[in-house]
């Protein structure tokens, strides 16, 4: 399994940005995506999911409101929409999947709930 984050950048406080993960290199159809960050000094947090078979989503109460997790068009990726960008949101930023059973319909946004990893994209928030 190969997870690329793509989409970081530097954006003007209340700007916007999309990051993008995309998944490779398996055939399983039940799986989540996990959206982490962290900054320099902080503990890594998960900020959303998703359940890709069910749509399920979660979203941190920190970023409620201004960060939107969707599937893309593009097979196996999912995006992160980010708006009204804040200084406290510059971190690098990790997708991350887990593959769960068939009937299993939420996601969690714990990191240790995820085997696979991507190597982050930083978001920096800056006038």
């Known amino acids: 399994v190969q997870l690329q984050a793509s989409g970081g950048g530097l954006v003007q406080p209340g700007g916007s940005l999309r990051l993008s993960c995309a998944a490779s290199g398996f055939w399983n159809a039940d799986y989540n995506i996990g959206w982490f960050r962290q900054a320099p000094g902080k503990e890594r947090e998960g900020v959303s999911c998703?359940?890709?078979?069910?749509?399920?989503?979660r979203v941190a109460d920190s970023v409620k409101g201004r960060l939107t997790i969707s599937r893309a068009n593009a097979k196996n990726t999912v995006d992160l929409q980010m708006t009204s960008l804040k200084p406290e949101d510059t971190s690098i930023y990790y997708c991350?999947?887990?593959?769960?059973?068939?009937?299993?319909?939420?996601?969690?946004?714990?990191?240790?709930?995820?085997?696979?990893w991507g190597q982050g994209t930083q978001v920096t928030v800056s006038s």
């Open positions: 998703i359940n890709i078979r069910y749509g399920t989503l």
């Open positions: 991350a999947m887990s593959f769960v059973p068939s009937l299993f319909a939420d996601c969690r946004l714990q990191d240790n709930a995820y085997g696979y």
